[in-house]
């Protein structure tokens, strides 16, 4: 099969080109609840540019760089290829969308449906994923997809709006009406949680974005105040919010101090939930005493939360703002996320 392969990590991220498109041997069937999946669309998310710099490298390879090559792509969606002798309920052909984090569904966290903290591998981390036209899962992992939902359409459901699910969601279990909730960054993760916000409860969202055009798209899809994050932000926030701040605030950037500024606009009490990342939260143990604020870390969600999800999106509830690029054009793709070129999820299709 064709597959687009990293070889090397590059932690400036200034080469031309991240991937190399090789051909590499078929996926085979392994286990008897293995499932094949062609490939219909793989999401490219900012995680496969923190891979290619290194920041994952501690974590999934600290042994000099034995995990490369690597084919990355952890957000998949086709249609069922084939399948291990004990997979039953999903048969050759079905439309799926997977749940990024095999596990082997017999240990505690799994047994409480939280696989994603579950030993376990992670295709497109730790071993090959879905930058391919084939992809090999368990059973365990595939959701069936509504025949209204088209595999290259919610791919990049699997990981980015299946996070942003899960941290919308733990926050609309406190947020009331009349309060607020705060959203930084409204790009690939950020436009699905700001749907996912205004469909389950009925707080003001505020949307914090540098971009113009990310908060034109958050307007559109439902946000009840824009903010400019011209240095202002924080400022702003307070005015809009009686000067208390947001009862919880969901930063998807995490980085170039989004963390400090994300904490100024949280209300006493409140809840700052953390998705992206990149930087350090420092916060004097002090002012943690004296405000009681939550800090929040959120993984990518469990299996229950991903046909959740696509209640939502067979509903029409939530939609995917994507833009496609061939399989071939990977590199183009990678860049144009790098860049800021891109409003919404970029999807590979083979």
């Known amino acids: 099969m064709k597959a687009q392969v990293l070889e090397r990590y590059d932690d400036d991220l200034k080469s031309d080109a ?36 290194g ?28 399948v291990g002798k004990e997979v039953e309920g999903i048969k050759v052909g079905d439309p799926v969308i997977v749940h990024p984090k095999i596990s082997g569904g017999t240990c505690l966290a799994c047994r409480r449906g939280m696989d994603m903290h579950a030993p376990g591998t992670f295709p497109g981390l730790d071993s090959n994923g879905g930058y391919a036209q084939y992809l090999c899962t368990s059973e365990r992992n595939i959701v069936p997809l509504p025949r209204s939902l088209a595999p290259k359409d919610v791919a990049a459901y699997a990981d980015a709006g299946l996070t942003a699910y899960r941290a919308a969601k733990k926050a609309t279990r406190h947020l009331l009406p009349g309060e607020s909730c705060v959203v930084i960054g409204a790009g690939g993760l950020g436009h699905i949680g700001i749907q996912c916000l205004k469909a389950m409860c009925a707080a003001d969202v505020i949307v914090v974005d540098k971009s113009d055009a990310s908060l034109q798209l958050a307007g559109k899809i439902g946000a009840d105040k824009l903010v400019k994050a011209d240095g202002n932000e924080v400022e702003a926030v307070l005015a809009l919010t009686g000067g208390a701040g947001a009862e919880a605030v969901i ?30 939260i420092r916060v004097p143990t002090v002012d943690m005493v004296i405000t009681e604020k939550n800090i929040i870390g959120n993984l990518v969600g469990t299996w229950a939360e991903l046909v959740e999800l696509m ?9 995917l703002t994507t833009v496609e690029y061939s399989l071939t054009d990977a590199n183009k793709a990678l860049h144009d996320l790098h860049n800021g070129r891109i409003h919404g999820r970029a999807v590979l299709i083979p």
């Open 251 to 280: 930063d998807f950037v995490g980085e170039k101090g989004t963390t400090a500024k994300g904490l100024a606009m949280t209300r006493s009490a409140g809840s700052y939930y953390v998705v992206g990342y990149g930087e350090d």
């Open 18 to 53: 991240w991937v190399t498109l090789k051909d590499v041997p078929d996926p085979k069937i392994a286990k008897s609840n293995d499932v094949i999946v062609r490939i219909g669309g793989a999401g490219v998310c900012r995680t496969d540019l923190h891979i290619i710099e």
């Open 311 to 319: 209640a939502l999106a067979d509903r029409g509830l939530v939609e």
């Open 55 to 82: 920041v994952w490298r501690p974590h999934m390879d600290p042994n000099a760089n034995k995990l490369l090559p690597l084919i990355m792509g952890h957000e998949n969606a086709g249609w069922v290829e084939e």
